[in-house]
């Protein structure tokens, strides 16, 4: 969603709060692509400081299914968003000194485009469903926190392969 801020940068000491519905229903980046189960509506609040700085405050909760790093069942993490930006409106155009903020398309604010920055920042490096998780089976692919599977569970040093090479030859024998 877009949020027009021409009239707040236009009028010194302005200021506007609005509720905002996030649009996003998943959060798409290279590592994949993640389904928003839960998001709440966001109340941000626009100030004008004597036509120097707009200040952009506000806060949400989204909660994000995100699979698990060992059994890859769905966990749905949730991400407690604080918006606290400051952008600087004293340069010779207000537009110029805004070109470099991805969330800013000349006055218009880009909501969408603010929260996913502020999700991607704070992606957690592993989600486990449980701190006790079993993960997969390498060989059957069977969810070991569901049951155990009936692979063979000790693997074999592949540095004495040639050694159990020798002992496989006698017992031919």
Do not use: H
Not at 17 to 34: H, N, Y
Not at 69 to 85: M, Q, T, W, Y
């Amino acid at each position: 969603m877009r949020v027009e801020l021409a009239d707040i940068i236009s009028c010194e000491n302005k200021e506007i709060s609005k509720q905002v519905e996030i649009e996003l229903m998943s959060f798409d980046s290279k590592l994949g692509r993640f389904p928003i189960v839960k998001k709440t509506p966001f109340e941000l609040k626009f100030v004008n400081e004597n036509n120097k700085r707009l200040l952009i405050q506000g806060e949400t909760e989204v909660t994000i299914a995100i699979p698990c790093g060992r059994c890859l069942e769905d966990v749905d993490s949730e991400f407690f968003i604080a918006i606290d930006k400051e952008i600087d409106l004293t340069g010779s155009d207000a537009e110029n000194s805004m070109e470099g903020l991805n969330y800013m398309i000349g006055t218009n604010l880009d909501v969408d485009q603010l929260i996913f920055g502020e999700i991607l920042v704070s992606w957690p490096m592993k989600v486990l469903c449980r701190e006790d998780c079993k993960g997969i089976c390498k060989r059957c692919g069977a969810n070991l926190n569901m049951a155990e599977c009936q692979c063979q569970k000790t693997e074999p040093d592949p540095r004495m392969a040639a050694i159990q090479d020798i002992f496989n030859k006698f017992k031919e024998v």
